[in-house]
């Protein structure tokens, strides 16, 4: 069956424009989560969705990122104002469990922030 | 906070020679543990999880680990490596963090380099 899937697979950007990300998770999956990879700080998670309950946005870094669900299937994540340590691979997972038996990957959305 | 230690960074072997792959946790009740690969320029695929039960935990393509809970140690193996496992894996832990969600922390990877 289709996997994750997420768009654009590259995007550059200028300094200090918003850019939206956006995830497709497999069918049926409930939990969504999103991750950054980046050279310096290696795998980061960022948010976390699970049906209709309020999102864990605990590792957002800051208030320039923020991200949504709609419907309980697509996500989007949204970084304004961007900046250059924006720049990364931004990895969405999704999970038909809630995550803890495994979390299935897409292909990610490399961010350079020029 | 979950934490996870890969020791090796880098690790070249010869092809059709075994291979172990370090891994430790930081130490909590209860984890779930996972070990995933990434191929270049491609998202992580999941090789193997242990959840519960045997801690000898069997995966995709040959590979398997251990899970110890005296050593909270998760050692991924293969016994015969091929060229095609060449590729970045990355040890992580499935913590419950209190608002619902079992987040993955990783390790910092090790690139698994396979000499013809």
């Known amino acids: 069956g289709a996997g994750v899937s997420q768009s654009p697979s590259n995007k550059v950007t200028e300094k200090g424009k918003d850019v939206e990300l956006r995830c497709d998770p497999i069918?049926?999956?409930?939990?969504l989560y999103w991750y950054r990879q980046s050279l310096g700080q290696g795998l980061e998670f960022l948010i976390y969705?699970?049906?209709?309950?309020?999102?864990?946005k605990s590792g957002l870094p800051s208030d320039r990122f923020s991200a949504e669900r709609t419907g309980g299937s697509v996500s989007t994540l949204t970084i304004q104002r961007t900046q250059q340590e924006d720049s990364a691979v931004y990895l969405c997972?999704?999970?038909?469990?809630?995550?803890?038996?495994?979390?299935?990957f897409g292909p990610g959305t490399r961010l350079t922030v020029t | 906070a979950q934490s996870v230690t890969q020791l090796d960074s880098q690790v070249p072997v010869f092809e059709e020679a075994p291979v172990e792959l370090r891994c430790n946790y930081s130490?909590?009740?209860?984890?779930?543990l996972f070990w995933y690969v990434q191929y270049p320029n491609q998202g992580l695929q999941l090789l193997l999880k242990y959840l519960s039960g045997s801690t000898l935990v069997k995966g995709i393509n040959g590979f398997e680990a251990e899970f110890n809970k005296s050593q909270t140690s998760f050692h991924l193996r293969k016994p015969s490596v091929h060229i095609s496992d060449t590729a970045e894996y990355f040890c992580a832990v499935s913590d419950y963090s209190g608002a619902g969600s079992y987040q993955l922390t990783f390790g910092k990877g090790t690139k698994l380099s396979v000499i013809p």
């Open positions: 969705f699970q049906g209709n309950s309020a999102p864990d």
């Open positions: 069918s049926g999956h409930t939990a």
């Open positions: 130490s909590s009740v209860s984890v779930y």
């Open positions: 997972a999704s999970s038909p469990t809630g995550g803890y038996g495994g979390q299935y």
